[in-house]
């Protein structure tokens, strides 16, 4: 009933599907680094680098980092067309945290990559 | 004993903003009233003071308003429910105001309208009296068809404040469940595709406002979660 062309092609079941999916991976990370923090007596750089160096924490963290930003994509678009009505204020603030969010992607791989 | 109220008053042809209006109303010591009763003792002394009512019994939907906070019909809220000090009287929240306590429910009803509130049958051979349903089918439908489209859910919830022209609202989509789940009805697939957007349905973000409100006691967050399985069920 709601055109396409007013929600940016979005798709509500995929959109509502996806949160949840990601929401569950960023959820089990974070868990996980808790974990980590509440169980190592002192928390020094060769343990901290010996937990990321296992290809295990490298593939769990680049896909919280990515369920992350696409959580990010589709949790902002909705805050968005809440409160910022004027479309070009919206889609420019949209492209700055967009781009925000895949930095964080792009740095967390690369320093994924160094360890 | 004394009631104190801040009441809401905007007359737009006199007015240039909505202001809030003191009136003080004495009763006898240890007497409770509804809202509405009062609303009328103080109408007498202020003939100006407008709003809507009709059944005064929680039946009709008319007088729905914002009471210290929580929107609720003025008919069934005692004052007695709503604390010692004073009453603060509001419009409904989120709609235009057309007097004081009087809203402009136009956007409550086109979204309304859109989910097409009634029975839609194209079986070419309807019968003859009556549409017989099992007691399990017609069981379905309770805690849905009690609505009084009072609006006190859909001007409770924000994403209808934000979106009124795109999200349906808790009111519109419990209707929309009720007929989404009739036995009797044929257009579940119309119904589902009209409903399926990023905005009708899954604006509802499940805060539960709708749920706290109802004067009813219904469950529009519920109604709204069954339709996005439905909606979910049909697309994987």
Not at chain 2, 86 to 105: A, N, T, Y
Request: net charge neutral; glycine share 6%; hydrophobic share 45%.
């Amino acid at each position: 009933m709601v055109t396409n062309q007013a929600s940016m092609k979005r798709n509500g079941i995929q959109d509502w599907v996806s949160l949840r999916a990601t929401a569950i991976i960023i959820a089990l990370y974070s868990f996980y680094i808790a974990f980590v923090f509440f169980t190592a007596p002192t928390l020094t750089y060769p343990i901290w680098q010996g937990i990321f160096a296992s290809l295990f924490m490298k593939v769990f963290t680049f896909a919280a980092l990515v369920s992350i930003m696409l959580h990010v994509r589709i949790g902002l678009w909705q805050v968005l067309t809440d409160y910022v009505k004027p479309a070009g204020l919206r889609a420019g603030i949209q492209y700055v945290l967009n781009l925000i969010a895949f930095a964080y992607v792009a740095v967390g791989l690369f320093v994924l990559w160094g360890v | 004993m004394q009631l104190n109220f801040s009441i809401y008053r905007y007359n737009p042809e006199i007015d240039d903003a909505p202001r809030m209006q003191e009136y003080s109303l004495e009763v006898e010591e240890g007497q409770d009233m509804m809202v509405l009763d009062a609303l009328i003792a103080l109408k007498e002394t202020d003939p100006t003071l407008s709003f809507r009512r009709s059944c005064r019994e929680g039946v009709c939907g008319s007088d729905g308003m914002n009471m210290n906070g929580k929107n609720g019909l003025a008919c069934i809220t005692p004052l007695s429910a709503l604390g010692k000090g004073k009453i603060i009287v509001r419009p409904l929240p989120g709609l235009p105001v057309v007097r004081d306590l009087v809203v402009d429910m136009t956007q409550f009803y086109t979204q309304y309208e859109k989910i097409k509130p009634f029975l839609i049958n194209d079986d070419n051979h309807p019968p003859s009296r009556e549409f017989i349903q099992m007691p399990e089918e017609r069981a379905k439908l309770d805690g849905l068809y009690e609505c009084i489209l009072c609006a006190c859910c859909s001007s409770s919830c924000p994403s209808f404040w934000w979106n009124p022209d795109k999200f349906i609202g808790p009111a519109g989509l419990l209707h929309a469940y009720r007929f989404l789940i009739d036995s009797r009805d044929t257009a579940t697939d119309e119904r589902l595709n009209d409903l399926d957007d990023a905005f009708s349905v899954f604006r509802c973000h499940g805060i539960m406002n709708c749920v706290s409100v109802c004067p009813k006691g219904l469950n529009p967050t519920k109604a709204i979660g069954q339709i996005k399985s439905m909606l979910l069920q049909r697309a994987v």
